[in-house]
C-alpha cells in the first residue's frame, strides 16, 4: 500500500515539473518574442528619423546631377540646411520615382536605399508617401463662349464639384476650398501661335460640408472674363481650374480639367528640368505642338501665376516642339528657372485629334509625386512594424509610411 502511494506521490511530482517547466519555456519564449518585436521598433524609428531629419551625403545629391548613384554615401531626404524638421527636400524625393521606361540613371531603387541605410543584409522595408489631403473634382456644368471669331473654343467648366478626404479616406469638413482660374487663348495658329494668359485669374472660394463637398461656382466670374476675351479677337480658347484647399494650416493643390487631356502626357520636374513622356494609350494619338513657354502656378501667393521661358538648345529648329507617340515620345526641357513653391508646371501647346479640329491643351505637371519604394518580398509578415510620421515639402504636408520586417520572417 505505501509504495502505491508513493509512486503515485512521484508520479505527482514528475507531472509537476514537466508543468512548470513547459511554463517557464513558453514564458520566456514569450518574453523573447516581446523584446525581439521591441527591437524591430526601434529599428524602424531609428530608419524613420535617420530617412526624414538627415540630408544624407552629399548634401546636394538631389539636384546634382554630376553626382550618379555610386557616389552617395549616405541617405537621407531631410532639405539641407533647414532649420524645421521634417522638411524634406523635394529633389531628392523625385530621384526615388521613375515614371518614364527609359534608363534614368538618376533613379535610386529599393534596393540601393537597402544598402545606404545598412539594413540589406537583414531587413525588408516599404516606404510610402502619400498626400495628407486627397483633392477629387468633377464638372458639373460647361459653359460654351459665344462663337463668331472664336468658332471651335471647348467648353469651360462653369461649376465643379469638389471632395475631400483624407489619407485614411474619411471625409474633410470645414477645409477652406479656393479655384483658380487658368484662361488661356490664341490669337493665331500654326507655328507662330500667339498665346495670352487672362489676368488676373478668376479665383472663388468655399467650405467643405459634412459631406467633405462644396461647389465652386465660376458663372458671373466666367462671364466678366469672356466680355474682356472677346474683344482680343482670339482663335482658339481653353481654360482649367487649380485647386488649393486649406485646412487648419494643413494645404494640398490639385486641379480640374475639361476632359482628360491632362493624361496625354506624364511627366516630373528636378532641378530645372522638365522630363515629359507621351501617353501613347490614350486614343485618339495625335501630336501636341507645345508653346516655348511654361505657366508655373504659385498658389501660395496673390501672384498665382507667373510664366517663364524654356531654354532650348537648337532654337533655329522647331522640332523640339513636337511631342508625338514615334521618335518625339520622350523629352527633356531646361526651364529659365523654377519657383520654389511651384506646385505645377503647366504646358501650353495645341493638339489635332482629327475630330472637332485643332484645340489648345494644358499639360499640367505636378511637382508632388506619390512614392512607394519596396524591397524585398511582396506581402508583409503580420509581425512588421509600420511606422507613420507627418512631414511637409513645398510646404505640402505628407504622410511618410514605414513598413519593416526581418528577412527571416518574410
Not at 523573447?32 to 524613420?48: F, N
Not at 529633389?91 to 535610386?108: A, D, G, H, M, S
Not at 536605399?113 to 483633392?135: D, P
Request: aromatic share 12%.
Amino acid at each position: 500500500m505505501h509504495a502505491i502511494l508513493e509512486y503515485i506521490g512521484v508520479t505527482l511530482i514528475i507531472v509537476i515539473i514537466l508543468f512548470s517547466t513547459m511554463y517557464a519555456i513558453n514564458a520566456s519564449t514569450t518574453r523573447l518574442s516581446h523584446i525581439k518585436e521591441e527591437q524591430l521598433c526601434t529599428v524602424a524609428e531609428r530608419l524613420m528619423d535617420k530617412i526624414i531629419l538627415t540630408p544624407g551625403y552629399p548634401y546636394d545629391w538631389g539636384y546634382n546631377f554630376s553626382l550618379y548613384n555610386g557616389s552617395l554615401t549616405d541617405f537621407g531626404l531631410a532639405e539641407y540646411g533647414s532649420r524645421t524638421p521634417y522638411e524634406l527636400d523635394p529633389e531628392k524625393i523625385l530621384r526615388l520615382v521613375n515614371l518614364t521606361q527609359l534608363p534614368n540613371p538618376l533613379y535610386i531603387s529599393g534596393e540601393e536605399i537597402a544598402e545606404l541605410l545598412g539594413i540589406k543584409e537583414k531587413y525588408f522595408f516599404v516606404l510610402e508617401m502619400k498626400t495628407l489631403i486627397n483633392i477629387y473634382s468633377r464638372v458639373l456644368t460647361y459653359k460654351t463662349p459665344g462663337h463668331g471669331k472664336g468658332q471651335g473654343t471647348s467648353s469651360l467648366p462653369e461649376k465643379i464639384e469638389v471632395t475631400l478626404t483624407n489619407y485614411y479616406g474619411v471625409n474633410i469638413a470645414g477645409a477652406n476650398v479656393t479655384g483658380i482660374y487658368i484662361l488661356v487663348w490664341v490669337k493665331s495658329l500654326g507655328q507662330n501661335q500667339s498665346y495670352n494668359y487672362y489676368s488676373p485669374p478668376p479665383v472663388k472660394s468655399n467650405i467643405t460640408w459634412f459631406d467633405g463637398k462644396c461647389m465652386l461656382d465660376f458663372s458671373e466670374e466666367l462671364d466678366n472674363a469672356l466680355d474682356e476675351i472677346k474683344q482680343k479677337s482670339y482663335k482658339k480658347l481653353f481654360g482649367m481650374v487649380l485647386i488649393h484647399v486649406n485646412w487648419h494650416g494643413f494645404v494640398s493643390v490639385g486641379y480640374s480639367l475639361p476632359y482628360s487631356l491632362g493624361d496625354i502626357v506624364e511627366g516630373y520636374v528636378i532641378g530645372n528640368y522638365l522630363i515629359v513622356n507621351y501617353n501613347v494609350t490614350i486614343i485618339p494619338r495625335a501630336a501636341i505642338l507645345i508653346k516655348d513657354e511654361v505657366l508655373q502656378a504659385v498658389p501660395e501667393y496673390k501672384s498665382l501665376l507667373q510664366v517663364t521661358a524654356v531654354e532650348i538648345v537648337d532654337e533655329d529648329n522647331p522640332a523640339y516642339r513636337v511631342i508625338n507617340r514615334g521618335a518625339k515620345k520622350y523629352r527633356v526641357y531646361r526651364l529659365e528657372y523654377v519657383e520654389k513653391l511651384a506646385s505645377h508646371i503647366i504646358m501650353v501647346g495645341t493638339y489635332t485629334p482629327g475630330q472637332g479640329g485643332r484645340r489648345i491643351v494644358l499639360l499640367p505637371i505636378s511637382r508632388m509625386p506619390m512614392l512607394y519604394i519596396r524591397y524585398g518580398t511582396y506581402g508583409e509578415p503580420v509581425n512588421a512594424v509600420n511606422i507613420v510620421r507627418i512631414a511637409y515639402f513645398f510646404n505640402y504636408p505628407y504622410i511618410v509610411r514605414l513598413t519593416l520586417w526581418r528577412k527571416e520572417e518574410g
